[in-house]
T-cell receptor, first 116, second 107 residues
Framework: NAGVMQNPRHLVRRRGQEARLRCSPM?????VYWYRQLPEEGLKFMVY????????ESGMPKERFSAEFPKEGPSILRIQQVVRGDSAAYFC??????????????FGQGTRLTVV | QQPVQSPQAVILREGEDAVINCSSS?????VHWYRQKHGEAPVFLMI?????EQKGHEKISASFNEKKQQSSLYLTASQLSYSGTYFC????????FGQGTELSVKP
């Protein structure tokens, strides 16, 4: 049973380009979280998704950031027109269906985005 | 609202014990504990679902006091491999993490 898979592991983008981060949840998991982590800082919640549905996006910046989790395929976190301040590690975590918060969430290895 | 962890950092010698606390201003229904080593992904340790529940993982255990809206993580007879940053997470419609506690175990 493969774990949570994120790709790419490292991504370098020039200012103004678009970044697409992918997350394939564990088998049987239908919920995905995205978090952003700056060096030496904590895990900042961005968005919580179920297949074909955004449950909570209160942590997403209002502009340039979007996320989706289609019926088929991985969850995508998309950052348009990247700026240097977007440089960070982006982690996704997946959890199985069940009472929200009452099931374990497992993390992928993260995508380290560097904007030059 | 982000749970609050204390202490922010702790340094131990191998074999010593430590306690990490996590508190919330909101009612807690579950508490998750994770450990993250530098440059790696957070690793799930345990989840506590009921007030008063206690769990163990190797020599790491945790308790959950629902009334006080607190959870504590206990590390006994610490090993070098316990070094890392520990995060507690609380369910508030989504999983929100505290700011982390950096634990360093020295030989």
């Amino acid at each position: 049973n493969a774990g949570v898979m994120q790709n790419p592991r490292h991504l370098v983008r020039r200012r103004g380009q678009e970044a697409r981060l992918r997350c394939s949840p564990m088998k049987g998991h239908s919920h995905v979280y995205w978090y952003r982590q700056l060096p030496e800082e904590g895990l900042k919640f961005m968005v919580y998704l179920q297949k074909e549905n955004i449950i909570d996006e209160s942590g997403m910046p209002k502009e340039r950031f979007s996320a989706e989790f289609p019926k088929e395929g991985p969850s995508i976190l998309r950052i348009q027109q990247v700026v240097r301040g977007d440089s960070a590690a982006y982690f996704c975590a997946s959890s199985p269906p069940g009472l929200r918060g009452n099931t374990e969430a497992f993390f992928g290895q993260g995508t380290r985005l560097t904007v030059v | 609202q982000q749970p609050v962890q204390s202490p922010q950092a702790v340094i131990l010698r191998e074999g010593e014990d430590a306690v990490i606390n996590c508190s919330s201003s909101k009612a807690l229904y579950s508490v998750h504990w994770y450990r993250q080593k530098h440059g790696e992904a957070p690793v799930f340790l345990m989840i506590l679902l009921k007030g008063g529940e206690q769990k163990g993982h190797e020599k790491i255990s945790a308790s959950f006091n629902e009334k006080k809206q607190q959870s504590s993580l206990y590390l006994t007879a610490s090993q070098l491999s316990y070094s890392g940053t520990y995060f507690c997470g609380t369910e508030q419609g989504k999983l929100i993490f505290g700011q982390g506690t950096e634990l360093s175990v020295k030989p």
